[in-house]
C-alpha cells in the first residue's frame, strides 16, 4: 500500500509539473485586478500588475487558510471529546483494578438457629426422597 501511494503520488506531481510548463506563458503574463464602485473615479483601485501564476498561488493559499479556519471548531470539539472519553476510561478502568484486587466475600450465616433450621430442611428432604426411592423399588 506504501508503494501505492507513494507511485500516485509521483504521477500526481509530474501531472503538475507538465502542465506548468505547458502554460508557463499564460502563468508568466502580467495581469492587474481592478475594483470599480461606480461611484466616483476616486472609488477605483487596481492591483499592480502581477503575474497570473501569482495570482493563482494567492488564491490557493487562502483557500488553505479558510478551510484550516472551518475546521479548526470541529478539531477543537473533538480534542476536547477525546479528553473526556479518556477520564472516563481512566476512571472505570481504576474501579475495574479495585474490584480485581478487593478480597473475596465469606458468606457466613446470620445465627446457628438457622444453621440448625437448613441442615434439618435438607435433612427431611433427604429422608423423603429415600422414602420415595424405597416406594418406587417395592411397586
Known sequence: ??????????????????VLFQNAEFLKAPYSLGVDFKLSDAWVYHTPELPNGLFLLIAAFIGLLVGYGITIPGWLRNKKALRKN???????????????????PKFTLDSEEEAGRIEE??????????????ETVTQ
Open 1 to 18: 500500500m506504501n508503494y501505492f501511494k507513494a507511485g500516485l503520488v509521483g504521477v500526481l506531481g509530474a501531472v503538475c509539473i507538465m
Open 86 to 104: 479518556n477520564d472516563q476510561i481512566k476512571a472505570l478502568l481504576s474501579q475495574v483494578t479495585e474490584l480485581k484486587n478487593r478480597p473475596a
Open 121 to 134: 430442611a435438607t435433612s427431611s428432604e433427604n429422608m423423603l426422597e429415600d422414602k420415595d426411592a424405597r
